[in-house]
C-alpha cells in the first residue's frame, strides 16, 4: 500500500463518514447508494434529497442519516469509490507501458505514459456517467477535494516512482507537487468535453495528450517561468 505523507491542511479535515459494520445495515447501504447513482442519472444532482433517496431504496432516511449526514456526503462517497477504482486502473496501465516497452527511449517512454494513462482515465469516464457527472463536476466541498488529491497523490507518486526508475525524475519538482498538478489539469480537459459533448472525444484526448508533453517539456527545460525580475 502506498503512503501518503500527510501534510498540516490534510490534517485538518473532518472526521470522515462513518461505515455499517453490520452485514444487514452494509446490505441497505450498497443498496442506497446503487439507488442514489440511478436517481443521479435520471433527476441530476439539484433535485435529489436523502428523503427522495430513501423513498426511491426503501431504505429508512434514519438509517441513512446515521451514516451520511447530507446528500453532499453520499455523493463524496461515491466518487471516492469510483477515483480508487480508477487510480487502480491507471496503476495498472504504467506497469504495462514499462514492462512492454523495457529498451524504450526516455522520451518514448514519457510519451507512451502519458498517452496511456490519459485514454485510461478517457475510457474510464466514458464508461461510468455517474463518476463523470461526481468527479469532473465536484468535488461539492473542501474535505472532498482534499479527499481527491489523496487518491491523485497515490498515482502521482507511482508516477514519480517510476520515472525514477528510469532516471528521469530530476526535473519533476515535488513542491508543488507538479505530477498531480498535472493530472487536476487532464481532469479539467475532460470536464470540458463531458460538459460540451457529454463525452470525452478523441479531440479531447489528444488536447490533453498535447498539454501533459508541453507541461513536461517546460519542466524538463525550466522554461516559461517568469523571470527573477518580474518575481520581485
Same mark, same amino acid.
Given at each position: ?16 463518514? %462513518? ?12 443498496? +442506497? ?8 442519472? %435520471? ?121 525514477? +526508475? ?44 498535447? +498539454? ?21
Amino acid at each position: 500500500m502506498i503512503k501518503i505523507t500527510s501534510t498540516s491542511v490534510l490534517k485538518k479535515m473532518t472526521k470522515k463518514v %462513518s461505515q455499517p459494520k453490520q452485514e444487514r445495515s452494509q446490505k441497505r447501504m450498497d443498496k +442506497m447508494l446503487a439507488t442514489t447513482q440511478e436517481l443521479l442519472l %435520471s433527476i441530476g444532482i439539484e433535485k435529489i434529497s436523502i428523503p427522495e433517496i430513501a423513498n426511491a431504496s426503501g431504505v429508512p432516511r434514519t438509517s441513512i442519516y446515521q451514516f451520511f449526514p447530507t446528500k453532499y456526503d453520499i455523493f463524496r462517497h461515491i466518487a471516492l469509490t469510483h477515483l480508487n477504482d480508477l487510480v487502480k486502473q491507471l496503476g495498472q496501465a504504467a506497469v504495462r507501458v514499462l514492462t512492454e516497452n523495457p529498451n524504450a527511449p526516455i522520451e518514448v517512454y514519457g510519451q507512451l505514459l502519458s498517452e496511456s494513462m490519459i485514454r485510461t482515465t478517457a475510457k474510464y469516464f466514458n464508461e461510468s456517467e455517474t463518476a463523470s457527472l461526481l468527479i469532473l463536476s465536484g468535488p461539492f466541498t473542501r474535505q472532498a477535494y482534499l479527499e481527491y488529491q489523496i487518491e491523485l497523490k497515490k498515482v502521482s507518486h507511482g508516477v514519480r516512482k517510476a520515472l525514477e +526508475m528510469i532516471k528521469v525524475d530530476e526535473y519533476v519538482p515535488q513542491e508543488p507537487d507538479t505530477l498531480t498538478i498535472l493530472m487536476e489539469l487532464v481532469f479539467t480537459c475532460m470536464k470540458h468535453g463531458y460538459y460540451n459533448e457529454s463525452y470525452i472525444s478523441e479531440a479531447i484526448i489528444q488536447e490533453a495528450y498535447r +498539454m501533459t508533453n508541453a507541461y513536461l517539456l517546460a519542466l524538463k527545460n525550466n522554461s516559461f517561468g517568469f523571470s527573477e525580475a518580474s518575481a520581485s
